[in-house]
């Protein structure tokens, strides 16, 4: 099995978060993210080879530090889908061309290597040629995606890809598999997930380090405390509608 890991400008990453975090802070966090993704990736069991499918200089050092290679986006095409299917017919055409090839994301930095190693066995157990997907939180897009490198299906990025997929698994003759799984779903587009990300890491009764890269510069940066302090507990809340708040 092959990983790819698409990476866009990582100056032009996670726009949505414009509205809390500056341009700076959001090309830093893209970067820690994807540290925290690519630890994992290049410890899974399952991997035979890990890529990197990028422009971005950044993307190119990170390769090197964790042993990937990594392929320029501009030799590809234009667009996620197109520079991703592109990616997966150049892998086809490889003498050494993987029966399996799963697509990953770089906002995730909860991903495990538990979560991972678990679609890898459903579709090796399941009795017909299938594709996997493990699904972010709302159970609308493909956070990751596995699937056979012959039976690949088109690719449908962007809003509702998970109905998309399903219909394309669907016409390739695929059973889909789908994952709801906590790091796997949990995919940093807004300023609801960077907060919920602070709190489920703050709240890490297990001793897990969750996150490392990605909490270690939300905490140094003061990031995570002013997330904090702009959207307080619900208890704290409270007591503040009812006037009782701190002078």
Known sequence: ???????????????????????????????HMVEDVLAVLSSVPACERLLIVSDDPAAHLLAEHFGAECWPEAELGRGLNAVLEATLARIASLPSAPQNVMIVHGDLPLINAAELSALVARQAEAAVPAMVIATDRHR??????????????????GEHSLAAHRRAAQRAGLELLVQCSEGLASDIDTRDDLLALVERAADDSAGQHLA????????????????????????????????????
Not at 212 to 237: E, F, K, V
Request: proline share 7%.
């Open 140 to 157: 609308r897009g493909s956070n990751v995606l596995l699937m056979p490198l012959r039976q690949r299906i088109s690719l449908h990025y």
């Open 212 to 247: 490392p890269q990605t909490m270690s510069y939300l905490q140094g940066s003061g990031i995570a405390r002013r997330l904090q302090q702009m959207n307080p507990p619900a208890d704290q809340r409270s007591e503040e509608l009812r006037g009782n708040g701190p002078n």
């Open 1 to 31: 099995m092959w990983l790819v890991l698409p990476l866009k400008d990582f100056v032009q990453a996670k726009q949505r978060l414009s509205g809390c975090l500056s341009v700076s802070e959001r090309r830093t966090l893209f970067q």
